[in-house]
């Protein structure tokens, strides 16, 4: 059974002016199980309101979604139980302490009182917020808000993990911490879903991806297979001097260069060096970054 | 599953708890200050058989429970709303009508926490009151009143989308209504017509009905008020239920 499917799903939003827009477009989805999947694409692509739906919070316009098999409006409370999500937003309580924080939100998904205390300790142990269990939230720097939301998201041992840019604006040393965390509850059994508007991140992270663009779900797969697929053929290099004459059949992607083999490998890397000579600052035929997929597929930049 | 609902009701208990303060000594003040200024100005008057002291002190404790219960959810709602904490409901699995139940119960629950501790600071400076007249109409009194207003707290709470809108509410029609409702005279001494338009106030109704629980003095019949008290509870709770899905569901 798949933990996610996502069926031709849309969501219209209305402006003030009563225009209404496609948010997310008819996007289609299946997440299979114990893997790690990333949902990329730049900011205002859709991200957060697919996961808002998948989460419960929002109805689509169209389409259905479920979750383990159940329908997330029709069996909301029971999909529900079985998702942890991190929202992108990071929102506290004024007055409760952390442990108070986790107590309760625990108990909002039935872990037993006498449990929450065992597991709260262990979660923060993990995500090395142990020392803070009896600060006040709202006292806490970003960063351990950030973590405190993952430790929500987790003390009810959900089956699907589902986290929203959940290290935007978190620093890289964290970063690496919530991503060990992550990965071995990963190793555990919990599939991942996750979002981000980092690419070299979900490239170092994710089995599987999922790029979205203005609402459209443009690629999706084994994160291997498509890059396979995207430097076939070609060499990619980059100049000091961006404004040499360029060799015949060279294209430009990003700040990168692609060249497409025509021959093989070794002619056409030495057509290259001889061509452009000390001006090459790098030169690869590996495998092409997100970043470079994204653009050919999108003829756009992510930086926006 | 309905201890996923008890624990969202022990987290707003705790969150009034928090504030123990304000809890504790926010009814003692309110019903002291009343009863100082009361007792000076009105010894020795009467109203049927009743002293006006007691007449005014068991008003002043309905109002009690109203105005407690009535903010509780209200203001612990809007203040989610604006820090974004209202996203815990909504991931939640906790139907929204078991929220907005929870919601209510913890309304209710500080509104009694408030009456026992006003009422046992102040008792003691009313001459001649003792236990209430009819205890299991009091018990009535007390949960239906509680719940009541904590519903409407609840509706308000998810209907207004700031504090102004809210403190807008809590001046122009909640205080109005309590102030109307013969808290401190019994209505029928108003001149017509709002002798009239009091008895459709339904906050007269829960002052009236607590009052003739606690001391069997009663303005209209307790057993029409009863029925106030019961329909302006159901129509409290649809609302409380169509606001609390629309706000946990996003359209
Ligand atoms: N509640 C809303 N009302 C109107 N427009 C919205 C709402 N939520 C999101 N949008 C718009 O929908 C688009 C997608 O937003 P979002 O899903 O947040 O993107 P992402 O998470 O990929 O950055 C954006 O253009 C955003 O402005
Ligand atoms: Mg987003």
């Known amino acids: ?304 | 599953m309905y201890s996923n609902m008890w624990a969202l009701y022990a987290r707003e208990v705790k969150r009034f708890q928090k504030i123990w303060i304000d809890t504790v000594f926010n009814p003692i003040v309110t019903v002291g200050l009343y009863l100082g200024v009361f007792g000076v100005v009105t010894s020795g008057q009467q109203i049927g058989d009743l002293p006006y002291l007691t007449f005014v002190y068991t008003g002043l404790l309905a109002m009690l429970i109203i105005n407690n219960s009535f903010s509780n959810p209200s203001f612990a709602l809007v203040i989610a709303k604006n820090l974004g904490n209202i996203v815990d409901l909504q991931l939640a699995p906790i139907a929204p009508w078991r929220i907005g139940v929870a919601y209510a119960m913890a309304a209710f629950t500080r509104g009694v926490i408030t009456l026992c501790i006003a009422l046992l600071a102040t008792v003691w400076f009313i001459p001649g009151l003792g236990l209430p007249e009819h205890p299991l109409y009091f018990i009535f009194a007390l949960f239906l009143t509680g719940i009541e207003f904590g519903m409407l707290g609840v509706a308000f709470g998810f209907w207004a989308k700031n504090f102004e809108a809210l403190t807008f509410m809590s001046t122009f029609v909640m205080q109005p209504m309590i102030f109307l409702a013969g808290v401190f005279y019994p209505v029928a001494n108003l001149p017509s017509p709002w002798s009239t338009i009091s008895l459709f106030n339904p906050v007269h109704h829960n002052i009236n009905f607590f009052r003739y629980a606690f001391t069997g003095y009663s303005d209209i019949s307790p057993i029409i008020s009863l029925l106030v008290i019961l329909g302006f509870s159901f129509v409290f709770f649809v609302a409380m239920q169509i606001l609390t899905k629309k706000n946990i569901v996003l359209k």
């Open chain 1, 1 to 304: 059974m798949f933990p996610l499917r996502i069926n031709n799903v849309s969501k219209i939003f209305k402006n003030s002016k009563g225009q209404e827009f496609k948010a997310v477009d008819g996007i289609s989805l299946n997440i299979e199980p114990g893997k790690i999947y990333g949902l990329l694409g730049p900011n205002g692509a859709g991200k957060s309101t697919l996961i808002n739906m998948i989460s419960g919070l929002l109805l689509p316009n169209q389409g259905g979604i479920e979750l383990f098999g159940l329908d997330v409006v029709k069996d909301s409370n029971k999909t529900k139980q079985l998702i942890g999500v991190v929202p992108q937003e990071i929102v506290v309580e004024m007055a409760f302490t952390v442990e108070e924080v986790l107590y309760y939100f625990s108990g909002m998904y039935g872990v037993p009182r006498h449990e929450r205390k065992a597991r709260i300790k262990a979660v923060l142990e993990d995500l090395d917020l142990a020392d803070k269990m009896h600060e006040r939230a709202r006292n806490l720097s970003g960063g351990m808000k950030r973590r405190l939301m993952v430790a929500k998201a987790i003390l009810h041992r959900p089956k699907l993990l589902i986290l929203d840019e959940p290290t935007a604006g978190v620093d890289v040393s964290l970063r690496q911490r919530i991503w060990a965390l992550i990965r071995r509850l990963n190793a555990e059994g919990t599939t991942i879903l996750f979002t981000t508007h980092y690419l070299e991140e979900a490239e170092q992270l994710c089995e599987y991806i999922a790029l979205v663009d203005h609402g459209h779900l443009i690629k999706s797969g084994k994160l291997k297979d498509i890059q396979q697929e995207f430097s076939k053929n070609s060499i990619h290099f980059e100049l000091f001097d961006r404004t040499a004459a360029p060799l015949t059949g060279v294209s430009e992607v990003g700040v990168e260069y692609e060249y497409p083999i025509t021959s093989d490998l070794a002619t056409d890397m030495a057509k290259l060096t001889s061509h452009y000579n000390h001006n090459l600052k790098s030169i690869r035929s590996e495998a092409a970054s997100l970043e470079h997929i994204f653009l050919k597929l999108t003829n756009s930049g992510l930086s926006s």
